[in-house]
DNA sequence: GTGAAAGCGCTAACAA
DNA sequence: TTGTTAGCGCTTTCAC
């Protein structure tokens, strides 16, 4: 910017405003000045516009995986609200494991983002509460922050599980299992709490056998699937299966397309819509949440916050919806 | 930095030894600086550093959509082996936009990403040409670049999409339709090119209403798939479809389904695999890229050029896998 | 083993 | 309308 400056023949504050669109400044010594700009190849440096203005334009996004097709729609939802307010997004995805989730969310706050966008892996961010206390935005997503207070936009997944389950049994199922994921994670638990309710509801019981959380790998869906389709865990067999989640829904799909379970269909409802769900056969009933929808609303929750919005933690909840498709809708062999 | 070094009463230059790990300070000193920063719930300004330093450990990546499933595990692949050289990625999707991935990429320079991987959108990266003069490591993906000198990594498109009509004919297809994205597109220009390829090689004809260019959305796809199919066009209708990529696939797949091309099985083969691709019925034959391969490969190039190394730019071709699963098997009517 | 001073490139505040 | 000065928080250099 110096260098501009000394071939334009001009203040260093004077190319600053040339840079910035600010006004004050004479058409005839701006041109002088993009000349320079261009003569030289000039780009702004923002790092030390950073350093000086205090804010990033930036903001962080910390999921658990950027190619899981739940992830990768928020994502971008995300992206495209920190466009509109001319941020940028920097991104990174946890693993699921929560020492990487501080990791990264600590360089976020280390490189100044404006705020932060988490779908928690850890179940405790009493890290985080200095830098939320020295004033970066926090939003958390699909899952509650662990120990401290903040905002947060969570799916209704009680409300959902529950409500597939529930349709499960109207089209007749009385032995249903349930498949999902690791039992730490926030939405696997309220989802299994769903499941619980609907039974519970209409009276039917619960066999410990049909209820299997852990990862969402296939081998373990498969191993735990078997048991509970060939009654081999003790209790008389499944005639339907309620997935956690799209991980857990696609292996189940592969599982009961399989020449053994051919011969006695067993229905399916999976939490989280797919592509394609609706061209298998059957095609797959599911309990659908709008993963873009979530990431636009955690980030607009962010920038009215940075934006100057003072009001006490918030919780959003987003409601789920049924989509019947074929494979919630199969009766049970009687 | 300032109240921690006053805090634990040494130098500013201690403190900053003791974040940064540099040897040279007693271990009782470094004890007392750890305390004090504890305290003060202090973290380093990575701005400040970043500006001294110049170099900031974060590398940009502008795709097309994140949210696609071509484009999300790639991003991902590049996030792990940017994390593997201790940098974050800041990402963004161009939207098939040229002016949006000129900003994109611009705005990620003026951050100082110390290098970037682009599938671009632009057919003229000359405004990337002082960038990379000043040290911004550029690798191009998916596409090359245009107008300019860059390293790039590409799948062989021509190969895949001649070896994937090569697969119709073989199978007895004469008349072949060809759907691919926009004409702009590198990739779409080299499927294309081979599939006239292999026709020509096996003496076939190709009507030019068998051949479509243009958006993937699903409108434009279904208009042009029916044209070829219902002989609308003026030239007899096709038998086999060869698809151009995953978006363009999926809409196929749905338009194959529906009842009045049921009674005549149209063979497809589709350039890039897809989640339940061998689920669906038929299950698809495709012409399989690795997505995370290409961002793998891409990102290692790049930190190879950021750790110094300094030959002419490179290219670099993956090749495609031919996967049949039936669709592509369908024979013709005869 | 430790610290003082200079300066990275920019913008805010104030002069002219 | 334009320029000057100070300083953002850190690292580099060099002296102690």
Redesign the interface.
């Known amino acids: 910017m110096k260098d501009v400056a000394a071939r334009a023949g001009v203040g260093l504050k004077t190319v600053s405003r040339v840079v910035n669109g600010e006004a004050g400044v004479s058409s005839d010594t701006e041109r002088r000045v993009r000349e320079a700009i261009t003569a030289l190849?000039f780009?702004?440096?923002?790092?030390?516009r950073?350093?000086r203005k205090g804010t990033?334009a930036?903001i962080g996004l910390v999921v658990e995986?950027?190619?899981?097709?739940f992830y990768?729609?928020l994502?971008?939802a995300v992206?495209e609200v920190a466009?509109a307010h001319g941020a940028?997004?920097?991104?990174?995805?946890s693993a699921e494991d929560p020492e990487r989730e501080r990791e990264l969310a600590?360089?976020?706050?280390?490189?100044?983002v404006d705020g932060l966008v988490i779908v928690p892996a850890s179940d405790d961010h009493r890290y985080l509460a200095?830098?939320i206390?020295?004033g970066v935005a926090t939003v958390f997503l699909d899952r509650p922050p662990g120990r401290i207070e903040a905002d947060m936009v969570l799916s209704d997944s009680f409300e959902g599980a529950r409500s597939g389950v529930a349709h499960l049994i109207a089209h007749g199922h009385r032995r249903i299992g349930f498949i999902g994921d690791r039992p730490g994670i926030h939405t696997a638990k309220e989802r299994l709490r769903g499941y619980r309710a609907a039974m519970a509801e209409a009276g039917l019981p619960v066999s410990e056998s049909w209820v299997a959380l852990g990862p969402t790998g296939s081998d373990r869906v498969r191993t735990d699937a078997a048991r509970m389709l060939d009654g081999s865990g003790g209790a008389a067999p499944v005639t339907a299966v309620f997935s956690g989640n799209n991980r857990v829904t696609?292996t189940l799909?592969?599982v009961l397309?399989e020449p053994e379970w051919r011969g006695r269909p067993v229905a399916l409802v999976g939490f989280d819509d797919?592509?394609?769900a609706d061209?298998?056969?059957p095609p797959v009933t599911v309990i659908a949440q709008d993963p873009?929808d979530l990431g636009r609303s955690a980030a607009e929750l962010l920038f009215r916050r940075l934006d100057g919005a003072e009001e006490p933690p918030r919780t959003l909840s987003r409601p789920t919806k049924l989509v019947a498709r074929g494979s919630g809708e199969i009766p049970p062999p009687d």
């Open positions: 190849g780009r702004r440096n923002d790092s030390a950073v350093l990033t930036s995986d950027l190619a899981d097709p990768s729609p994502s971008r992206e466009r940028l997004l920097i991104n990174g995805s600590l360089a976020l706050c280390a490189r100044r200095p830098e206390a020295a696609v799909v592969r397309a797919f592509e394609l061209l298998l056969s873009a």
